[in-house]
């Protein structure tokens, strides 16, 4: 059972459509119910435990007292409001934004019982020794995919992946910050995860990190612990995971994963590089991954995909329709 987490603002409307957005973004492991009055929302608490109210800037402090809530997080009027001790975000602000700040705040305890009452996820990687084979789209593709059918979330493991520049967005928080609260064990890390969490069209995705060097510090073991953690926690039907290249490394991280979509390319060069590594997995005993790797030939077009709506092109172009095919024939084979 999901728990809750109660608006209440002067401005109903708001708090109304505030909780609406919440429920329909799904990445938050709580109902969100909207409340008319102070009245309401004490009557409601008195009788259903709250794991989180926020409340507008404006409520009376000794009214709240009598709301029985865990966590209190106000809805400042500024963006540097001050709700003494208790957290405060600011409310006009974009509502996907207010929510990860909400989760950033939050320090629940017990709600990966929550998240992972669905149980592991699946775990997809995307993986080629080779360059410039459509890795990144693939990867692209592939969630937007999933996410009709399961809650699918994207995470790129290249040290410069270009999301930032294509999504035009600023990332406060990145897979930097989430490697480093998981490496150090930081209590409560899979609770905030919400607050890496952003979308571009209908992708949900963690940026990638902020350096290159953050990931060259973490050994691959390690990686691959934290991807099957990330699967088994995260509340998320599907994980699609960008390796970018990896180099030999590579391989310790695909054995995490269910399955793996290889791109590869007919020229000469790239014929080469792909029988060096399935050489090197069958040399250093790791034939579960190549039993695990279905390469795929991704369809060459020669119309150039950009802009805001990048996602969408790729989706209903040449390559989604060659994606959903790839997915489908996968699923017909788990069925057999």
């Known amino acids: 059972m999901r728990k809750i987490m109660a608006v209440w603002d002067e401005d109903w409307l708001y708090a109304e459509r505030l909780a609406d957005f919440a429920n329909e973004q799904g990445r938050i492991p709580f109902r969100a119910l909207a409340f008319q009055t102070p009245e309401q929302l004490r009557v409601y608490g008195a009788k259903h435990s709250?794991?989180?109210?926020?409340?507008?800037?404006?409520?009376?402090?000794?009214?709240?007292?009598?709301?029985?809530?865990?966590?209190?997080?106000?809805?400042?009027?500024?963006?540097?409001a001050s709700s003494g001790r208790l957290p405060s975000v600011y409310k006009y602000?974009?509502?996907?934004?207010?929510?990860?700040?909400?989760?950033?705040?939050?320090?629940g305890e017990g709600w990966g019982e929550s998240v992972s009452i669905a149980g592991r996820g699946k775990l997809l990687g995307v993986y080629s020794p080779l360059g410039r084979c459509g890795k990144t789209a693939l990867a692209l593709t592939l969630a937007q995919i999933?996410?009709?059918?399961?809650?699918?979330?994207?995470?790129?493991?290249?040290?410069?992946?270009?999301?930032?520049?294509?999504?035009?967005?600023?990332?406060?928080?990145?897979?930097?910050?989430?490697?480093?609260?998981?490496?150090?064990?930081?209590?409560n890390c899979w609770e905030k995860l919400g607050a890496f969490v952003y979308a571009w069209g209908n992708v949900d995705y963690i940026?990638?990190?902020?350096?290159?060097?953050?990931?060259?510090?973490?050994?691959?073991g390690e990686l691959a612990e934290f991807l099957e953690d990330l699967t088994a926690e995260s509340g998320y039907g599907v994980i699609v995971a960008d390796l970018g290249q990896s180099g030999r490394q590579a391989a310790e991280i695909l054995e995490a994963c269910d399955g793996v979509y290889m791109p590869v390319l007919d020229d000469w060069i790239s014929r080469a590089k792909v029988k060096e590594f399935e050489e090197y997995l069958r040399s250093s005993g790791r034939?579960?991954?190549?039993?695990?790797?279905?390469?795929?030939?991704?369809?060459?077009?020669?119309?150039?995909?950009?802009?805001?709506?990048?996602?969408?092109?790729?989706?209903?172009?040449?390559?989604?329709?060659?994606?959903?095919?790839?997915?489908?024939?996968?699923?017909?084979?788990e069925g057999e």
């Open 146 to 187: 999933w996410k009709q059918e399961e809650k699918t979330l994207l995470i790129s493991l290249e040290d410069c992946s270009g999301l930032g520049e294509l999504t035009g967005e600023k990332h406060e928080e990145c897979l930097s910050d989430l490697l480093y609260g998981y490496s150090h064990g930081e209590e």
């Open 50 to 80: 709250i794991e989180i109210l926020l409340a507008g800037e404006e409520a009376d402090r000794e009214e709240l007292r009598t709301v029985q809530a865990r966590h209190v997080i106000y809805l400042g009027e500024e963006r540097r």
């Open 93 to 107: 602000q974009n509502a996907e934004k207010l929510l990860r700040e909400v989760m950033a705040s939050y320090g």
């Open 287 to 333: 034939d579960g991954v190549a039993d695990k790797l279905e390469k795929v030939k991704l369809p060459l077009s020669g119309r150039i995909y950009s802009g805001e709506n990048y996602p969408e092109q790729l989706l209903w172009g040449e390559l989604g329709d060659f994606v959903r095919s790839l997915v489908r024939g996968g699923r017909e084979r």
């Open 207 to 220: 940026p990638p990190v902020r350096y290159p060097e953050d990931l060259e510090g973490v050994r691959a």
